[in-house]
């Protein structure tokens, strides 16, 4: 109250509120809103036997809030009116301010103070006339509630220096779903790694944490995590690190500093042959289980892109399966492929007889109808179809792989005809890497005779002997 009541040029006498009001209307001309609400408050405070150039508990600027709040709704000031908004006149008091720009035209401007300087933004084109205004336009009351909004942010917005990393470790979830907008299993995943790190370092303040935290904190995982997993937490807490930078101007990062663990891969991958893929579809009971895993290990899509396709995804006519959305389980939603693109993929002659004869089914062949539905027509849990798949590789004699290596199986198929970045394609890979994986099953082909001839070429000729 003391920053703002020194703005004030001058000595407020009046102790009644409306009276006060009518002596400040000239002066108020060239003010703003929020000028004659911090008056009425600084003089309230005076009325109550306080100084309100002193620094004042919350509880004593509360109540004088309170105060000028009813006596102006009462008597309906120029600055409240009778439909005032008391939670709006409160933060107008703490600090904020709306007034229309003289240069851009009609419109309203919110100017915020606070302690590291003042700060405006630019609302929108004010609206002066009768009736409800167009959308995008603001009327002072709809500008007074917007930066009554903006100061409610403000005031729970952390500050630099005061920052904890469950502050920065929220922030960094909220940015993920909201804007990032992260499938919610990786948000699932985000969330149990982010427990495990506020359980930690929660109440340290952000600018505290060193690398040798950070250093500790990993020390605390070998043995308990593999190599990837371990970096998966360093690369979560240099991205909570990051975002303080961006929201808060938080420069700090010592995940920077800190090495992550060496990954190996081992290269090798599960997945069936052609012949042990006819072998468990013979084996399956289910008609429609069959088609699944048939087309499964033919077109490579994941298991959540299978249980969203409808008929409409099916196009017999170019003999194609588009892949346009994926069903999560966890959120029980259906959002787009893992690749956030669509994709279209080969049906062989194969999947194409399965899907043509699944089709003339009794129930669920509409074009909006799922394509391997549950018995009610709804979606399959992915559990259920784990279980049927694993029982059916038991029955076929075959071994126990997870039902993600059927789309290995296509990968394996693809490399041998297509080249990578065809197959990439198909799969919906977002990075060449991914594919690579499946490099070591294309043919060489003529590749070694070539390489061969290159070797030789580089040596001289022998000189004959004389």
Not at 147 to 174: C, K, Q, V, Y
Not at 342 to 363: G, H, I, N, Q, Y
């Amino acid at each position: 109250m003391k920053q703002l009541a020194s703005e004030v040029p001058f000595e407020v006498k009046s102790r009644d509120v409306s009276q006060l009001l009518a002596d400040l209307t000239a002066l108020s001309q060239g003010g703003t809103p929020s000028q004659i609400v911090q008056l009425a408050v600084a003089d309230e405070l005076k009325s109550m036997g306080h100084d309100p150039l002193q620094d004042l508990p919350e509880a004593v600027l509360e109540e004088a809030m309170e105060n000028v709040v009813k006596r102006h709704v009462r008597s309906g000031s120029r600055f409240a009116g009778p439909d005032a908004d008391p939670e709006v006149l409160r933060h107008l008091a703490k600090g904020g301010s709306i007034e229309p720009s003289r240069r851009r035209g009609p419109v309203w401007y919110a100017r915020i103070r606070t302690p590291n300087g003042q700060k405006k933004r630019l609302l929108g084109p004010a609206w002066h006339k009768r009736g409800r205004p167009p959308e995008g336009y603001y009327t002072e009351a709809t500008a007074k509630q917007t930066l009554s909004r903006m100061l409610i942010e403000e005031e729970t917005t952390p500050r630099r220096g005061r920052i904890t990393f469950a502050d920065a470790a929220n922030e960094w979830l909220r940015y993920s779903e909201s804007d990032r907008e992260c499938r919610p299993s990786t948000l699932r995943d985000y969330q149990g790694t982010v427990r495990r790190l506020i359980a930690v370092f929660g109440s340290k303040r952000l600018e505290s944490i060193d690398a040798q935290d950070i250093e500790t904190y990993k020390a605390t995982l070998l043995g308990k995590l593999g190599p990837r997993s371990i970096n998966r937490h360093l690369v979560i807490l240099g991205g909570i690190f990051r975002r303080a930078e961006r929201k808060w101007g938080h420069s700090h990062n010592p995940v920077q500093q800190v090495q992550r663990q060496r990954e190996s891969y081992g290269g090798t991958i599960s997945f069936l042959t052609p012949p042990e893929v006819q072998t468990l579809v013979r084996a399956t009971l289910n008609e429609q289980d069959a088609a699944l895993y048939l087309t499964a290990a033919l077109t490579g899509l994941r298991q959540g892109e299978l249980l969203a396709l409808t008929w409409t995804d099916v196009d017999f006519g170019l003999q194609r399966v588009h892949v346009r959305r994926s069903y999560c389980q966890q959120s029980k939603q259906v959002l787009k492929p893992k690749s956030g693109k669509v994709r279209s993929v080969p049906m062989v002659d194969e999947v194409m007889v399965a899907l043509d004869k699944l089709s003339t089914r009794e129930r669920f062949t509409d074009p909006d109808d799922l394509v391997f539905p549950d018995w009610t027509g709804a979606h399959e849990y992915h559990s259920h179809v784990r279980e049927r798949f694993h029982a059916a590789l038991r029955l076929a004699g075959l071994q126990r792989i997870r039902f993600h290596d059927l789309r290995h199986t296509f990968g394996t198929l693809a490399v041998q005809k297509l080249p990578m970045r065809t197959v990439q394609e198909y799969m919906g890979h977002a990075a060449i890497s991914t594919t690579m994986i499946y490099s070591h099953y294309a043919p060489a082909g003529d590749e070694a005779a070539k390489l061969g001839q290159a070797f030789n070429a580089a040596i001289p000729e022998a000189v004959p002997s004389v």
